[in-house]
């Protein structure tokens, strides 16, 4: 009977094996994985709110929305009162909300998106270039920028639909910015600080780089990265890739041309970084479908493969920032 036991024993170990060779291996340390950040500006068109949010669930990814508020509010209603520094009032260079209905889908799909775990940023209110802004230029945007949303609602005309969570998430949960046209002054970090924003993504820099850090506060920077024929860079951004390809006109007949050479283009980036450093690939878009909606399709196809990985991560600006801290501090302890 021992004999028979072992024999049993041994018999159910061998069988067990293949099992054991194949055990679920433990999640990779958040420290360790490859970081993406998706930013949107403008988030504005309801179509494309309505098609990022279902891209994040599809994929498991995390985006950042640095809104425009001028999106928050009509002309006729808001929009006549709002008045950008150097500029009169009434004026935007992104134009206001057409409706009230508009505005009414905008921020239910805000609020569908904070509700996700997306992160929902500034990107001030008229698109205009604040390269000679002073720090009280720059607060004036951001205070009509918070009374915008907090008014949101109310300027869709369905105040008592507003969420319990509005106010607090209008007051609290801004946190980031990225400047129109990517353009600085002397007076933007001061009243960043000033406002309480954690972190800025305005900057450019000339490959994927780190967060550098200015008087406490994280800025990031899209990258310049290789693209085309020439491998010749250019800035991590849809706008970028359509001037390049087609002059900033609209040219839908060679649309799938250039979402394969900009699918090509993350691809590559992301696998310099993946490969190597694992330095954070940021990559910037709008809320508007250039070249017949090219580089969206491509965006898809890239987020589609990369973010399933287990050792890595599509995530916010605002999620990227605690990960970024722990991977640093595991840098540290490695020496």
Same mark, same amino acid.
């Given at each position: 009977?021992?004999?028979?036991?072992?024999?049993?024993?041994?018999?159910?170990?061998?069988?067990?094996? %293949?099992?054991?060779?194949?055990?679920?291996?433990?999640?990779?340390?958040?420290?360790?994985? &490859?970081?993406?950040?998706?930013?949107?500006?403008?988030?504005? =068109?309801?179509?494309?709110?309505?098609?990022?949010?279902?891209?994040?669930?599809?994929?498991?990814?995390?985006?950042?929305?640095?809104?425009?508020?001028?999106?928050?509010?009509? $002309?006729?209603?808001?929009?006549?009162?709002?008045?950008?520094?150097?500029? +009169?009032?009434?004026?935007?260079?992104?134009?206001?909300?057409?409706?009230?209905?508009?505005?009414?889908?905008?921020?239910?799909?805000?609020?569908?998106?904070? &509700?996700?775990?997306?992160?929902?940023?500034?990107?001030?209110?008229?698109?205009?270039?604040?390269?000679?802004?002073?720090?009280?230029?720059?607060?004036?945007?951001?205070?009509?920028? =918070?009374?915008?949303?907090?008014?949101?609602?109310?300027?869709?005309?369905?105040?008592?639909?507003?969420? =319990?969570?509005?106010?607090?998430?209008?007051?609290? /949960?801004?946190?980031?910015?990225?400047?129109?046209?990517?353009?600085?002054? /002397?007076?933007?970090?001061?009243?960043?600080?000033?406002?309480?924003?954690?972190?800025?993504?305005?900057?450019?820099? +000339?490959? %994927?780089?780190?967060?550098?850090?200015?008087?406490?506060?994280? $800025?990031?920077?899209?990258?310049?990265?290789?693209?085309?024929?020439?491998?010749?860079?250019?800035?991590?951004?849809?706008?970028?890739?359509?001037?390049?390809?087609?002059?900033?006109?609209?040219?839908?007949?060679?649309?799938?041309?250039?979402?394969?050479?900009?699918?090509?283009?993350?691809?590559?980036?992301?696998?310099?970084?993946? /490969?190597?450093?694992?330095?954070?690939?940021?990559?910037?878009?709008?809320?508007?479908?250039?070249?017949?909606?090219?580089?969206? $399709?491509?965006?898809?196809?890239?987020?589609?493969?990369?973010?399933?990985? %287990?050792?890595?991560?599509?995530?916010?600006?605002?999620?990227?920032? %605690?990960?970024?801290?722990?991977?640093? +501090?595991? /840098? $540290?302890?490695?020496?």
């Amino acid at each position: 009977m021992p004999r028979l036991y072992a024999a049993t024993g041994l018999a159910f170990a061998l069988a067990l094996s %293949p099992a054991l060779a194949h055990a679920v291996e433990p999640p990779v340390p958040v420290e360790s994985k &490859q970081l993406v950040i998706i930013s949107f500006d403008g988030a504005h =068109d309801n179509k494309l709110w309505e098609k990022s949010l279902e891209m994040g669930r599809r994929t498991g990814a995390h985006f950042t929305y640095f809104l425009s508020c001028t999106f928050l509010m009509t $002309r006729a209603e808001g929009g006549k009162a709002y008045q950008a520094p150097g500029h +009169k009032a009434g004026r935007s260079n992104v134009g206001f909300a057409q409706s009230r209905e508009e505005i009414q889908a905008r921020v239910r799909h805000i609020w569908q998106a904070h &509700q996700a775990g997306h992160d929902i940023g500034s990107h001030a209110c008229g698109h205009f270039d604040g390269k000679g802004w002073s720090a009280a230029d720059w607060k004036q945007e951001f205070t009509a920028f =918070d009374a915008a949303l907090v008014n949101a609602w109310n300027a869709g005309g369905i105040a008592s639909e507003q969420p =319990d969570g509005w106010a607090d998430f209008a007051a609290h /949960d801004i946190k980031g910015f990225r400047a129109p046209y990517l353009s600085l002054s /002397d007076g933007l970090l001061p009243a960043l600080k000033q406002d309480g924003f954690t972190y800025d993504a305005s900057l450019v820099t +000339k490959g %994927p780089g780190w967060p550098s850090e200015a008087d406490g506060l994280p $800025r990031f920077g899209l990258p310049l990265i290789p693209e085309g024929p020439q491998q010749r860079r250019v800035i991590g951004m849809d706008y970028n890739l359509f001037v390049r390809h087609s002059m900033g006109i609209e040219n839908r007949k060679d649309s799938a041309t250039f979402e394969e050479r900009a699918l090509d283009a993350y691809r590559k980036a992301f696998r310099t970084e993946y /490969d190597g450093n694992r330095i954070p690939l940021q990559l910037g878009f709008h809320f508007v479908e250039m070249n017949g909606g090219a580089y969206w $399709r491509a965006l898809d196809r890239f987020l589609t493969e990369t973010c399933g990985k %287990p050792d890595v991560a599509c995530v916010s600006y605002a999620q990227a920032l %605690p990960i970024i801290a722990k991977q640093k +501090k595991a /840098d $540290r302890s490695a020496f």
